[in-house]
T-cell receptor, first 111, second 111 residues
Framework: DTAVSQTPKYLVTQMGNDKSIKCEQNLGHDTMYWYKQDSKKFLKIMFSYNNKELIINETVPNRFSPKSPDKAHLNLHINSLELGDSAVYFC??????????FGPGTRLTVL | GEDVEQSLFLSVREGDSSVINCTYTDSSSTYLYWYKQEPGAGLQLLTYIFSNMDMKQDQRLTVLLNKKDKHLSLRIADTQTGDSAIYFCADSDTGRRALTFGSGTRLQVQP
């Protein structure tokens, strides 16, 4: 199937741990994103990569580090997890009309 | 900065039309989008409109854009219980190529 996929779908971990979320798109898009959706469903851009180059880096703690090994993959690594990092993280990629196609989300719970 | 606003909640009866409204502040928005999010799921792109259009129809969905007032609406004809979800309006920042989302409108369809 052509899509944006993310793993894992659910991630439960203790405060202070380091974790990674992976994202892959097989749509041939050049630009990929990470968004965070909080408990009130508010969605906010975190990072954007275009062809492996970082183009957007919003006001996000530097414990969050995106990595793009190639234009089809954009991973998110989070160090020293905090309670406030609990959220749903969505990966997306951009089509020809700037429309964004979203992955299914990764629900991160920090205990 | 950019701002996109929506009302939080709409309740309609099955078979009625639903109209979800959105206002935005960025006059340079090139495209505007409507996304649907069902419980526990990712964001599904429903439709989008180019800023030089004032209307777009796609089956039961009609998008109206008033660029002067920076007002966007989504009309769902013959609303069904399966349309119950959160609907997000978003605009694109063509410079950054990121989407700014509204807070979402929760549509509840009563049988």
């Amino acid at each position: 199937d052509t899509a944006v996929s993310q793993t894992p779908k659910y991630l439960v971990t203790q405060m202070g741990n380091d974790k990674s979320i992976k994202c892959e798109q097989n749509l041939g898009h050049d630009t990929m994103y990470w968004y965070k959706q909080d408990s009130k469903k508010f969605l906010k851009i975190m990072f954007s990569y275009n062809n492996k180059e970082l183009i957007i880096n919003e006001t996000v703690p530097n414990r969050f580090s995106p990595k793009s090994p190639d234009k089809a993959h954009l991973n998110l690594h989070i160090n020293s997890l905090e309670l406030g990092d609990s959220a749903v993280y969505f990966c997306a990629s951009t089509g020809p009309h700037h429309e964004q196609f979203f992955g299914p989300g990764t629900r991160l719970t920090v205990l | 900065g950019e701002d996109v606003e929506q009302s939080l909640f709409l309740s309609v009866r099955e078979g009625d039309s639903s109209v979800i409204n959105c206002t935005y502040t960025d006059s340079s928005s090139t495209y505007l989008y409507w996304y649907k999010q069902e419980p526990g799921a990712g964001l599904q792109l429903l439709t989008y409109i180019f800023s030089n259009m004032d209307m777009k129809q796609d089956q039961r969905l009609t998008v109206l854009l008033n660029k002067k007032d920076k007002h966007l609406s989504l009309r769902i004809a013959d609303t069904q219980t399966g349309d119950s979800a959160i609907y997000f309006c978003a605009d694109s920042d063509t410079g950054r190529r990121a989407l700014t989302f509204g807070s979402g409108t929760r549509l509840q369809v009563q049988p």
